[in-house]
Every structure is written in structure tokens, then in C-alpha cells.
């Protein structure tokens, strides 16, 4: 079984460009999480969706990031225009739906965006 | 891979050493938490997890320990071995509020296994 898998893994912009990350989650995962890991510091929720439904988007730093779920599969997270700070790791992760989910989400690779 | 901010706490242990790492967590209605692996170049990797009703959990060559009073978790890993090297986070949140396992992260240890 595939794992979550994200694109791309590294990604170098400038500031003030913009930058499409995508998650595929694992198959049958209606869950769907946003992470990312600044230089040095915890990994910070972002979002989450169930389905194609934001649940929760507290974690969203500002309104420069945009994050979808189209007909509930894949995601895509979007920064637009990017900016220093943004630069870190984003790292996407699913679940099983609730009646199922023992607590463990399943984590991608991540993608590191560098903004220069 | 990922490289580790210079603020990382580190653990350096020998090969055969059992390695205990702790985190403090600051939630005190959090219910569930989970340690999760991350080497170096990939995500977080679900290593063990404890629900608050439980104060010790054993899985294979670790060990999870709650204590509630002081808000403090630790993992204990048996027998370290050179592919125990990673950063190590532990992480929280409250199932019970209905937040669907939105994680909150500790900053992280790299454990360093020394052959």
C-alpha cells in the first residue's frame, strides 16, 4: 500500500513568487493534515480536512496560504506571494476516518521550501 | 535531508545503551500522546502512543511513561541500536474535545547512537 506521498520534495523560490505543494494521502484516509517545521523549531499544525471540508484551519500563519482538497483526495497547499519566514518544512499527513483511527497519522516526506 | 536547528536538545548514548528521552507537555486536558521517530530526509514515523487512564505502556524495545501530575512523558529505548538515530518528538492533544488528533509537537531531541 502506498504510503502519503507529497511533491515535491525540495522546492527553491524567490520571495514574492509563488509555490503549489501537493499532497496524495493514503487511499480510503478521509482525514487530510497540514504541518510544517520551521528551521529549529516544533512541527506546527496548519489545517485539517475531512474530506473536502476544512475542520480546522487555526494553524494557518496568514492569508498567504491557501490549502485545498478538491473532491476530497488529493490536497494542495498554496503560498502566494512567499516570504522568508515561510521557508521550512511542510509536512502532510492522513488518517483513517474516525470510527477507525487508532490516533497514529501516517506522515509524508515533506517538502522543504526554500524562499531566498 | 532535513538538518537539525542548532537549538535541538541531543542525547548521545553508545551502542547497547538504553536511551530514555524526555518532554514536557503544557496541555493538562490533553488525553492521547504519541512519540514519533523522524530520520533524517523523511516524516514523522508513529513509534508509541498513551492514552491519560494509563501511566506506562510497553511496546517493542521502548517504553512510554505519563505522568500526569507533572506533565511530563518520557520513551525509554532498550538496547539502542545505530538505526535509533533520529530526532525524536513527542506530541499531544485531546480526543475527548473532538479535535480529531490535531497534534501539538515538542521541539524535538536527536538521539545520537555512538558504535
Known amino acids: 500500500e502506498a504510503g502519503v506521498t507529497q511533491f515535491p520534495s525540495h522546492s527553491v523560490i524567490e520571495k514574492g513568487q509563488t509555490v503549489t505543494l501537493r499532497c496524495d494521502p493514503i487511499?480510503?484516509?478521509?482525514?487530510l493534515y497540514w504541518y510544517r517545521r520551521v528551521m529549529g523549531k516544533e512541527i506546527k499544525f496548519l489545517l485539517h480536512?475531512?474530506?473536502?471540508?476544512?475542520?480546522?484551519e487555526s494553524g494557518m500563519p496568514n492569508n498567504r496560504f491557501l490549502a485545498e482538497r478538491t473532491g476530497g483526495t488529493y490536497s494542495t497547499l498554496k503560498v502566494q506571494p512567499a516570504e522568508l519566514e515561510d521557508s521550512g518544512v511542510y509536512f502532510c499527513?492522513?488518517?483513517?476516518?474516525?470510527?477507525?483511527?487508532?490516533?497514529?497519522?501516517?506522515f509524508g516526506e515533506g517538502s522543504r521550501l526554500t524562499v531566498l | 535531508g532535513e538538518s537539525v536547528g542548532l537549538h535541538l536538545p541531543t542525547l548521545s548514548v553508545q551502542e547497547g545503551d538504553n536511551s530514555i528521552i524526555n518532554c514536557a507537555y503544557s496541555?493538562?486536558?490533553?488525553?492521547?500522546f504519541i512519540w514519533y521517530k523522524q530520520e533524517s530526509g523523511k516524516g514523522p514515523q508513529f513509534i508509541i502512543d498513551?492514552?491519560?487512564?494509563?501511566d506506562k505502556r510497553q511496546g517493542q524495545r521502548v517504553t512510554v511513561l505519563l505522568n500526569k501530575t507533572v506533565k511530563h512523558l518520557s520513551l525509554q529505548i532498550a538496547a539502542t541500536q545505530p538505526g535509533d538515530s533520529a530526532v525524536y518528538f513527542c506530541?499531544?492533544?485531546?480526543?475527548?474535545?473532538?479535535?480529531?488528533?490535531?497534534?501539538?509537537f515538542g521541539k524535538g531531541t536527536l538521539l545520537t547512537v555512538n558504535p
Open positions: 496541555n493538562s486536558a490533553s488525553d492521547y
Open positions: 480536512f475531512v474530506k473536502e471540508s476544512k475542520q480546522d
Open positions: 506530541a499531544e492533544t485531546r480526543q475527548s474535545g473532538g479535535s480529531n488528533y490535531k497534534l501539538t
Open positions: 487511499s480510503g484516509h478521509d482525514n
Open positions: 499527513a492522513s488518517s483513517p476516518p474516525r470510527l477507525t483511527n487508532t490516533g497514529e497519522l501516517f
Open positions: 498513551i492514552r491519560s487512564n494509563m
